[in-house]
């Protein structure tokens, strides 16, 4: 096996270097389409070499692997896409369970792998981005698929490592940058002194308010003061530790060192970058430390504002309510011995016990499922205008989620004993329902929900407390924390930076490939490991178009290791397949084929402009993109007069419709149309 | 010369593709980003298996494969921080699930009772995290 294996590397090596130096054209073409093949087909190659056999006998159970190509489309991956499934379809449990591992440009120009459930990747790509996706069942044996699926589950956790750091290193150095100017202006003896801390985000303290819940009527108040500084909070914590932890609180914020108490790590591959204690999570968990003291001392009152009810829910039964009140009391205890411990670090937990405590006992109070809004203040939106637009797909979408929520409901209620993970699952998925009513409704804006299901709502308070530094001693610390991102960013780019060719989704694909192969083989090929190979030059794309995905995945079937192709057709596909089942052929093919009237897609304003489709009409592709340029220009033109009222954003739409209309007139076709609001249940239900 | 006229067609045809576009592979915050986590939320994908035991068997994972790659017992925590926070555990630090994972992973990536106990020097448990990590070192089958 390991001979074998050592050929192959040796191979693809040899590939590499005659690829690297020659013309394209030069190389014999064999070489170049089957690079990438090679890689794929190594583990294989020697699965089969074990057993003699070349197909399915050659595989272990439980090891099913799929290498996905997703086609074109205009703007997002207009090149195509790939990623690598593992036990798509097993059951519930199997090692991978449909994770998915797909690398994405990603923050600041780099290339991140991206780890999502197989359903989740097919109704983004198929379904949201209208793209058919090819996925090829790969040959794979159940050690080296253990090994592979070790790989990508080390390399995600240790990007997303990587990448929290940079954002938080980020993150100081805007915080400096504040610290810096209020101590300027308090050194130049300036009136106001105080600097606007507006822009800086505490998850956790926008559940609460020194004057909006105290006016707000509820019969469910949650005070754990009265505004005079004697409640209910002094009666979970002592009255006098409180007191001196909001006295301790504030002299560590006007104390606070300005420098990180850790060094700043390699970005390299080792091991997964430690969590960043910079200045500006330091002085964050004592804002939200000094926040929950306050809500406990009752200078801060919870915010009905911040509070959501699903209004299809049916109200709390008994046996809930029953749940809700141990709840309530386990919340009571958590807020008590958080707030108790006079650690900084567990503000944030405090003031998500504090603030969930509201929205029990207003639920209690009302005998219905109240909860709090999780959303961030600055989550992206799904606009007004296309929400309306899109009403059918809004109430559809909102069924799903009652649905997501009866079942969330059921398993928080029906649990032995009261379960945060429960609660959370709970919390967002009614809190997002109740959004969907909202924009059903309505038609408001709808908000992406949080990364993480925990409440992230941040006051905007532009008066918190900042360090008393000097301003030497903070523009020093700025400039230093400047230097830091700096560097640390020069390095991630030098590692993970997107290059169109050199470093995309296939090529870190088959670099992570590489990475498990080279390991099986280091005791018996220790010279070839000793030449590995740096990131983004990997042999099985160098000098090739295998960089490309669809060049990829034909390159792949080509090398005789796929063992089967499933083609799964896109949302537009799939719903013109439908009209031609009960509709005459030629109506079908006319009326769709013409953005205004098709009944297939909606044009809106994420995609560029078109007037005609062009996927179904190979041979008249370079009429259709002369008149989609045509309006593409025409939209252009219109929108350079209307820019300073619509920001551009007509201008824009008729530029990116020239552009992909380009390619078209060379017959080729990427742009398909997108749904930017698509149900799960689009997505067909044997396939998910 | 027919073959060479039309690989060099398709070369031309592909390489005036991605010089047009010039984002080949998928945007992590575009759009997209948003309509999928309306649409399909990750809370309503764990339908056939519980969210509690994916999330034991993630920390129980992670927990192996970062003793195995050597990873300090202080970066161990702040990681699981992270995980527990991502999974909808902000209280983690008192969750006992969570604790009685890290005493599996301790377990499941081979450490006997004396590498654990020097392990658990650095991690600094609390008299009940202590527990929780004993009680999952022990329960732990391969």
Known sequence: ?688 | MKRIFFRRISFVAAAMMLALTMTACSLSDSSKSISKSISSPSVSLSKSSSPKKKYIAEVQDFTAAFIRSGGSAANLRDRIGEMAQKAGVSDWTADGDTWKAIGAGIAKAGYNATERDAFLMNLEPNAAQHKWIFKGYGSYKP
Not at chain 1, 266 to 293: F, H, V
Not at chain 1, 523 to 543: C, E, I, R, V
């Open chain 1, 1 to 688: 096996m390991d001979l074998q294996r050592l050929r192959l590397v040796q191979a693809l090596k040899a590939a590499a270097i005659a690829a690297a130096a020659s013309r394209w054209t030069a190389v014999s073409p064999a070489a170049r389409s089957t690079a990438l093949a090679a890689v794929l087909a190594v583990l294989a190659s020697t699965a089969c070499a074990d057993t003699g056999d070349t197909g399915r006998a050659g595989l272990a159970a439980g090891g099913r692997v799929e290498f996905l190509h997703i086609e074109a489309n205009a703007g997002d991956s207009s090149g195509g896409h790939a990623a690598l499934c593992f036990n798509a379809g097993a059951e519930a449990g199997a090692a991978g369970d449909g994770a998915c591992f797909h690398f994405q440009h990603s923050h600041g120009g780099l290339i991140g792998l991206t780890r999502e459930h197989r359903i989740e990747v097919e109704h983004g790509y198929r379904v949201i981005g209208n793209r058919t996706i090819h996925a090829l069942e790969l040959a794979i044996r159940a050690s080296e698929y253990e090994a592979l699926l070790a790989a990508f589950e080390r390399r995600y956790r240790l990007e997303e490592s990587q990448t929290e750091l940079l954002i938080e290193l980020e993150k100081d150095v805007a915080f400096l940058d504040l610290v810096a100017a209020a101590a300027r202006r308090r050194d130049a003896g300036g009136a106001d002194a105080a600097a606007d801390t507006s822009a800086l985000r505490i998850p956790g303290t926008g559940y609460f308010s020194a004057t909006e819940g105290r006016h707000a009527p509820s019969s469910s108040r949650a005070s754990f003061g009265d505004g005079a500084g004697a409640g209910a909070g002094t009666e979970l914590v002592d009255r006098g530790l409180l007191d001196r932890f909001a006295a301790s609180t504030g002299e560590e914020i006007d104390g606070l060192p300005l420098e990180p108490s850790t060094r700043l790590p390699a970005a390299d591959r080792s091991a997964p970058a430690p969590l960043w204690r910079g200045p500006a999570r330091a002085w964050r968990e004592r804002i939200a430390a000094r926040t929950a003291i306050a809500v406990m001392r009752g200078t801060l009152q919870p915010r009905d504002a911040m509070l959501r009810t699903p209004q299809r829910a049916e109200p709390l039964d008994a046996q809930e309510i029953a749940a809700l009140r141990r709840w309530e009391q386990r919340l009571e205890a958590v807020a008590a011995r958080l707030v108790g411990s006079g650690q900084s670090s567990h503000g944030y937990a405090a003031l998500v016990a504090l603030a969930r405590l509201h929205a029990v006992r207003a639920s209690l109070s009302s005998g219905r499922l109240v909860v709090l809004d999780v959303f961030s203040e600055s989550a992206p939106t799904i606009s007004a205008d296309v929400v309306r637009a899109e009403t059918q797909a809004v109430q559809v979408l909102r069924d799903e989620r009652y649905l997501d929520l009866d079942r969330e409901r059921a398993a928080f209620f029906s649990a032995d004993e009261s379960s945060e993970l429960l609660w959370s699952r709970l919390e967002t998925t009614a809190a997002l329902a109740a959004d969907l009513d909202a924009a059903a409704t309505h038609g408001v804006a709808l908000r992406m929900p949080p990364d993480r299901p925990l409440p992230r709502a941040s006051a905007r308070s532009a008066d918190l407390p900042l360090p008393s530094a000097t301003a030497a001693d903070a523009t020093a610390a700025h400039a230093r924390a400047l230097r830091r991102l700096e560097h640390y960013r020069a390095s991630l780019v030098a590692a993970r930076g997107y290059d169109l060719i050199r470093r995309n989704c296939v090529t870190e694909i088959a670099e992570v490939i590489e990475e498990v192969m080279q390991d099986a083989t280091q005791d018996a090929a220790q010279q070839a490991t000793q030449t590995s190979l740096a990131p983004g030059t990997s042999t099985a794309t160098a000098g090739s178009l295998n960089f490309v995905p669809f060049v990829s995945a034909a390159s792949l079937w080509r090398s005789g290791r796929v063992l089967s192709e499933r083609e799964l057709p896109s949302w537009r596909r799939l719903q013109l397949e439908a009209m031609h089942a009960r509709e005459p052929a030629l109506r079908v093919a006319l009326r769709e084929t013409v953005v205004p009237a098709a009944h297939s897609y909606n044009a809106h304003d994420d995609d560029p402009v078109f007037a005609l489709f062009t996927d179904r009409a190979p041979a008249l592709r370079p009429v259709f993109g002369a008149v989609n340029i045509a309006t593409g220009l025409v939209h252009a033109s219109v929108g350079t007069l209307s820019a300073p009222i619509d920001g551009g954003r007509r201008l824009r739409r008729g530029l990116s419709g020239v552009l992909f209309s380009l390619p078209e007139l060379a017959f080729i076709g990427l742009r398909k149309g997108t749904y930017p609001l698509a149900p799960l249940g689009w997505l067909p239900a044997a396939e998910h």
